[in-house]
C-alpha cells in the first residue's frame, strides 16, 4: 500500500496538499541485502540503518493532526524499504506495510503524486526522500532505490534523478493536464551528494527518467528544494535513530524555524501568525543547522536549490515557540555565580531553568522581546550585576548573547 | 501620530565596509515584522517602540531597541556585538559577508574518496610556516581556446598577517587568476570585473599553512547581495534589490555590468521575473563580451518559455567565454544538457547540436572540477583548459606569477 491518506473525494477539488515520501535503508543489491547478486559498481555504498525510520518520522510529522498544515492535505504516499533493524526498533514501522521503494513504486507513485497535484494551481506538493544518494554531475543529484546496482542493469537504471522531477514538475507548454500543476513545491532531499571520482572523467552518466519532461512554460513556482548536504559532500545520522538533516528538519518544522508574519498570500488587515515557511526554514537550517541536528564533527551542510521565489507557509504554529538561549558569562568564572532574568516588554519576569557549562549558560525561553539580565546571586563583592537597557529579539531558533559582570 | 526612523551602521571602525546600505528590519515588541528595508532609508512609523535588526551576510546580528516618537526624526544606531566587530578594516568585507562555511573551499578529495577542507579563515592567524605561494592569471575565451598568460602588475592594497588583498584592473574580457601552492590543487577563479570597475582578490593564509582564494566587486551593495542571494536569504536580497535597480546599474558611463549581473542573477534564483523587463537584454545587447550577458539573457528566456530564442542566447556564450558566476555556470550546463536531450531537429538544427555538444565537452570537464559553493566560477587545475584535481609537485616555470610567500608571511 501506497496511497495512505486520499481526501480527494471529501475535498471536492479545493486545493490541497500532495505529500510523496520515500525511504531506503535496506539495498537489495549491496552486501547485507536480500539478492545474492551485487551490485559491480556500488560507488562504496553501504546497507542503512536510519534512513527509512527518518521517512516514517517524518510521514509520522506531517500526518499528526496537530500539525496544521497551510492546507489540508489531500494525499499522502508512502514508499518505504525499511532494514529489519528499523523495522525492530520500531513495530508501527514493520506493521504499516507500505510498498517498497524500488524503482518501479517509486516511479508509479511519483507519476501519481503529479497527476494529483495538477489537479489544482493553489495546491501544495511535497516530496521527501532519504536514503543513499550521488551526483550524476555536479549539478544533478541521483537518488538510489532499493534494487539500485541490480548487475542485470545498468549502474544507474534503479535510480531517479531530482533534476528529471523537478523539471517534470514545472509549469508545461502545452501537456495540457499539468497546466494545472501545484505551483507550490517543498522537496526535501535526505541523502549524500556525492560526486564519484570515476565520474569525473565521463560524460554525464544518466539516470533513467521518471517523467518525460517536455520543454516548460513559464516558470511560475514557488519551490525550493531543501537538501542535507552541499554537492560533493555526505550526509550523516545516527545509527538506527535518525539522520541529521530530518532531525533538524522536524524541529525546524516544530518551531525553530519559527516567525511571526502576515501570511504573504493573505490580506492587509490578517493579524500576523507564527508560522514556519520556506524562508525561515531556510535561515534556520543555513544559520544553526549543526546546533538544531546536534551534529558531531562532521562537515555536513545544509543547502537550498530549485525555485526558492516567495516565502510560502509551511505550517501554522499555535504560539511564540521556545528558542535556545546561549548566553556567554565574562569572565567565565562567574558563571555558576549568574542568574539569568528574562524580562519582556511588559515588565513580566522569567528565570528559565538553565543548564551551564565552562562558559556559558543555556535554557530554552519563548520567542520574544527581552531585557535579558545577569544577576550575581547571592551578591558577592567581585561580580556585579548586569542590567539590560534595550530590549532584544528573542527569535528562534537559537538567541545568543554576552554579558559581562565584572 | 508617526514619527520618522533614520539608521545608522556604526562598526568599530569607520568605513569599515564604506557606506554600505544594510537591509534592516523593524519589529514590534511582539516581533510582528512592521517594515523592512535599507538602513539609507527614512521610514514612517508610528509612534511606539521597535527593535531594529540588520543581519549581515555572515550572519552577525546588529539589534537596537527605539521608542520612536511623534513629530520628531528618530535614530537608531546598529553595531555588531564587539566579539564580533571585523578584526581589520581591510578584512570588513570578507568577515561581513561571507559566512564560515562559504569561507571553506572545497579540496578535491583524494582516491581513497575522503574529504579534505581548506577552511577559509581570515581571522585565524596562528599560521604554521607558510609552504611557497604564487599568483598568476589569464585572459581570454576558454571555449576558443583563445587564452593568454598576463603580465599583471599585481598592486597589493591590504595586507595583514595572514592576509592580503589584491586590487586586480578592470578590463571588458574574461580574466582568470590561478593561486599555486605546493602539494595543493591549483585554484582557478574567474574574475567579476568589467572595464571601469576592479575587482579586490583576497588570498588569506590558513591555520594549517595553505592559501584560499577569494574576490570582492568593488560595488559594496552588489558584494553584499551577492552573498545574501548565494545563502537564499531572499528578504535582504530583496531589499537590496531596491537599490540595485538595473536603471541605476547599467546607465551612464560608468555603468556597472558586473553589479547588474548580480541584480539579475538575484532575480532569476528567486525567480522574480516580472522584475527583469529588459535588464537582461540590455546587459546581454551593451555587454557584448560578458559572458553572463548571454547567459543571463537565456536563462531568463527559458524561464518565460521562450526556449527557441534562449537556445540562441546560451549557444553565444561560445563567443564570449565562461561565465564568471557559478549560477551562470550552472544555468548554462542545465539548459545545454536539456536543449541537446530534446533533440528534435525542429528546435535544434544540426549545426547548433555540434556547437552546444563542443561547449558541453568543456563545461562537464570543468564542472567537475568546481565548485559551485562559491559565488564566483572557481576549479581546480594546473592547466585551465584541463581542469582536475592534481596537487602541485612543482611550480610551473613562468616569469609572470607572482610569489607573495614573503609578502603574506610578514
Known amino acids: 500500500m501506497s496511497l495512505v491518506i486520499n481526501n480527494k473525494a471529501a475535498m471536492n477539488g479545493q486545493p490541497g496538499v500532495h505529500i510523496f515520501i520515500s525511504g531506503v535503508s535496506l539495498y537489495k543489491h549491496l552486501p547485507g541485502g536480500e539478492s545474492h547478486s551485487l551490485a559491480v559498481a556500488d560507488y562504496g555504498m553501504k546497507q542503512l540503518s536510519s534512513t527509512a525510520l527518518s521517512a516514517f518520522k517524518f510521514?509520522?510529522?506531517?500526518?499528526?493532526?496537530?500539525?496544521?498544515?497551510?492546507?489540508?492535505?489531500?494525499?499522502?504516499?508512502?514508499?518505504?524499504?525499511?532494514?529489519?533493524?528499523?523495522?525492530?526498533?520500531?513495530?508501527?514501522?514493520?506493521?504499516?506495510?507500505?510498498?517498497?521503494c524500488d524503482r518501479a513504486h517509486f516511479a508509479k507513485e511519483v507519476r501519481?503524486?503529479?497527476?494529483?497535484?495538477?489537479?489544482?494551481?493553489?495546491?501544495?506538493?511535497?516530496?521527501?526522500f532519504a536514503g543513499h544518494g550521488i551526483q550524476n554531475s555536479k549539478t544533478n543529484t541521483v537518488?538510489?532505490?532499493?534494487?539500485?546496482?541490480?548487475?542485470?542493469?545498468?549502474?544507474?537504471?534503479?535510480t531517479a534523478s531530482v533534476g528529471n522531477i523537478f523539471d517534470g514538475m514545472a509549469p508545461p507548454q502545452t501537456v495540457a493536464g499539468l497546466k494545472n500543476i501545484a505551483r507550490t513545491q517543498f522537496?526535501?532531499?535526505d541523502c549524500c551528494r556525492v560526486f564519484p571520482p570515476q565520474f569525473k572523467h565521463f560524460a554525464t552518466i544518466n539516470s533513467p527518467d521518471v517523467f518525460k519532461v517536455e520543454l516548460s512554460g513559464r516558470e511560475d513556482r514557488h519551490a525550493p528544494i531543501f537538501y542535507a548536504a552541499l554537492p560533493d559532500t555526505k550526509a550523516y545520522a545516527l545509527q538506527n535513530e535518525q539522520t541529521f538533516f530530518t532531525k533538524a528538519l522536524i524541529e525546524c518544522l516544530n518551531g525553530a524555524a519559527g516567525d511571526i508574519r502576515r501570511d504573504e498570500d493573505g490580506n492587509d488587515d490578517d493579524e500576523p501568525k507564527w508560522h514556519v515557511s520556506a524562508q525561515t526554514l531556510n535561515m534556520a537550517l543555513s544559520n544553526y543547522f549543526s546546533e538544531i541536528a546536534n551534529l558531531p564533527n562532521t562537515n555536513q551542510e545544509f543547502s537550498m536549490g530549485g525555485i526558492p521565489t516567495g516565502d510560502k507557509t509551511i505550517r501554522w504554529l499555535d504560539g511564540p515557540p521556545e528558542v535556545r538561549a546561549r548566553i556567554r558569562i565574562d569572565p567565565g568564572l562567574a558563571v555558576s555565580n549568574v542568574k539569568l532574568e528574562f524580562i519582556d516588554s511588559n515588565g513580566n519576569l522569567s528565570s528559565p531553568a538553565a543548564e551551564s557549562q565552562d562558559d556559558i549558560i543555556r535554557c530554552r525561553i519563548k520567542a520574544g522581546s527581552y531585557r535579558v539580565n545577569a544577576r550575581i546571586a547571592p551578591p558577592n563583592g567581585v561580580y556585579k550585576d548586569f542590567e539590560d537597557s534595550i530590549l532584544r529579539t528573542?527569535?528562534?531558533?537559537?538567541?545568543?548573547?554576552?554579558?559581562?559582570?565584572? | 501620530m508617526s514619527g520618522t526612523l533614520d539608521f545608522e551602521i556604526r562598526f568599530r571602525r569607520p568605513n569599515a565596509i564604506g557606506s554600505v546600505a544594510v537591509p534592516v528590519e523593524v519589529r514590534k515588541p511582539d516581533l510582528t515584522v512592521v517594515k523592512t528595508g535599507l538602513s539609507t532609508d527614512k521610514m514612517v512609523l508610528e509612534a511606539g517602540e521597535y527593535l531594529v535588526i540588520s543581519r549581515m551576510p555572515a550572519g552577525q546580528e546588529m539589534v537596537n531597541h527605539v521608542n520612536v516618537k511623534e513629530n520628531v526624526s528618530n535614530l537608531v544606531i546598529?553595531?555588531?556585538?564587539?566579539?564580533?566587530?571585523?578584526?581589520?578594516?581591510?578584512?570588513?568585507?570578507?568577515?561581513?559577508?561571507?559566512?564560515?562555511?562559504?569561507?571553506?573551499?572545497?579540496?578535491?578529495?583524494?582516491?581513497?574518496?575522503t574529504r579534505t577542507n581548506l577552511i577559509f579563515g581570515a581571522s585565524q592567524h596562528k599560521t604554521a610556516r607558510p609552504a611557497p605561494v604564487k599568483l598568476r592569471s589569464y585572459a581570454g575565451?576558454?571555449?576558443?581556446?583563445?587564452?593568454?598568460?598576463?603580465?599583471?602588475?599585481?598592486?597589493?592594497?591590504?595586507?595583514?598577517?595572514?592576509?592580503?588583498?589584491?586590487?586586480?584592473?578592470?578590463?571588458?574580457?574574461?580574466?582568470?587568476?590561478?593561486?599555486?601552492?605546493?602539494?595543493?590543487?591549483?585554484?582557478?577563479?574567474?574574475?567579476?570585473?568589467?572595464?571601469?570597475?576592479?575587482?579586490?582578490v583576497l588570498v588569506t593564509n590558513v591555520a594549517d599553512g595553505r592559501y584560499?582564494?577569494?574576490?570582492?566587486?568593488?560595488?559594496?551593495?552588489?558584494?553584499?547581495?551577492?552573498?545574501?542571494?548565494?545563502?537564499?536569504?531572499?528578504?535582504?536580497?530583496?531589499?537590496?534589490?531596491?537599490?540595485?535597480?538595473?536603471?541605476?546599474?547599467?546607465?551612464?558611463?560608468?555603468?556597472?555590468?558586473?553589479?547588474?549581473?548580480?541584480?539579475?542573477?538575484?532575480?532569476?534564483?528567486?525567480?522574480?521575473?516580472?522584475?527583469?523587463?529588459?535588464?537582461?537584454?540590455?546587459?546581454?545587447?551593451?555587454?557584448?563580451?560578458?559572458?553572463?550577458?548571454?547567459?543571463?539573457?537565456?536563462?531568463?528566456?527559458?524561464?518565460?518559455?521562450?526556449?527557441?530564442?534562449?537556445?540562441?542566447?546560451?549557444?553565444?556564450?561560445?563567443?564570449?567565454?565562461?561565465?564568471?558566476?557559478?549560477?551562470?555556470?550552472?544555468?548554462?550546463?542545465?539548459?545545454?544538457?536539456?536543449?541537446?536531450?530534446?533533440?528534435?531537429?525542429?528546435?535544434?538544427?544540426?549545426?547548433?547540436?555540434?556547437?552546444?555538444?563542443?561547449?558541453m565537452t568543456l563545461l562537464q570537464r570543468i564542472s567537475a572540477f568546481t565548485d559551485f559553493r562559491e559565488p564566483f566560477t572557481t576549479y581546480t587545475g594546473l592547466n585551465i583548459l584541463e581542469p582536475d584535481d592534481e596537487k602541485l609537485k612543482t611550480f610551473p616555470n613562468t616569469e609572470e606569477s607572482l610569489d607573495i610567500t614573503k609578502l603574506i608571511s610578514i
Open chain 1, 112 to 128: 501519481a503524486w503529479r497527476d494529483d497535484a495538477a489537479s489544482h494551481k493553489d495546491s501544495i506538493a511535497i516530496f521527501y
Open chain 2, 212 to 359: 584560499t582564494l577569494d574576490a570582492h566587486l568593488q560595488n559594496a551593495e552588489a558584494d553584499m547581495m551577492l552573498r545574501y542571494s548565494t545563502r537564499g536569504f531572499i528578504r535582504a536580497t530583496e531589499a537590496l534589490g531596491e537599490e540595485l535597480t538595473a536603471e541605476k546599474l547599467l546607465q551612464g558611463k560608468f555603468s556597472d555590468p558586473i553589479a547588474a549581473a548580480v541584480g539579475a542573477y538575484a532575480l532569476l534564483r528567486f525567480n522574480k521575473i516580472d522584475l527583469l523587463h529588459d535588464w537582461t537584454e540590455n546587459l546581454h545587447n551593451s555587454f557584448t563580451w560578458l559572458p553572463d550577458g548571454s547567459v543571463l539573457l537565456g536563462e531568463h528566456l527559458a524561464r518565460l518559455g521562450r526556449h527557441k530564442e534562449a537556445l540562441d542566447a546560451f549557444l553565444e556564450t561560445r563567443q564570449r567565454g565562461i561565465p564568471v558566476f557559478s549560477d551562470g555556470l550552472s544555468y548554462l550546463i542545465d539548459r545545454l544538457n536539456t536543449y541537446l536531450n530534446i533533440g528534435n531537429d525542429d528546435f535544434i538544427s544540426r549545426d547548433q547540436k555540434n556547437i552546444a555538444t563542443g561547449m
Open chain 1, 143 to 158: 537518488l538510489l532505490l532499493d534494487d539500485f546496482g541490480d548487475p542485470a542493469e545498468g549502474d544507474l537504471t534503479n
Open chain 2, 78 to 113: 546598529l553595531r555588531p556585538e564587539e566579539n564580533e566587530e571585523s578584526p581589520h578594516e581591510s578584512e570588513a568585507a570578507q568577515h561581513y559577508f561571507v559566512s564560515d562555511r562559504q569561507k571553506t573551499i572545497q579540496a578535491p578529495k583524494k582516491k581513497g574518496g
Open chain 1, 187 to 189: 522537496y526535501f532531499i
Open chain 2, 141 to 200: 575565451n576558454l571555449f576558443e581556446d583563445d587564452t593568454r598568460e598576463l603580465n599583471t602588475d599585481w598592486n597589493y592594497s591590504d595586507h595583514e598577517r595572514g592576509f592580503l588583498g589584491f586590487n586586480v584592473d578592470g578590463t571588458n574580457e574574461p580574466k582568470i587568476v590561478q593561486l599555486l601552492q605546493k602539494n595543493c590543487p591549483p585554484i582557478n577563479m574567474v574574475l567579476p570585473i568589467s572595464n571601469e570597475h576592479p575587482c579586490k
Open chain 1, 394 to 406: 528573542v527569535l528562534p531558533p537559537v538567541f545568543n548573547l554576552k554579558r559581562k559582570v565584572l
Open chain 1, 59 to 100: 510521514y509520522r510529522w506531517i500526518t499528526d493532526e496537530t500539525v496544521s498544515l497551510r492546507l489540508p492535505i489531500a494525499t499522502c504516499r508512502v514508499v518505504l524499504s525499511p532494514s529489519n533493524g528499523e523495522k525492530d526498533i520500531l513495530p508501527e514501522l514493520a506493521a504499516a506495510n507500505f510498498d517498497p
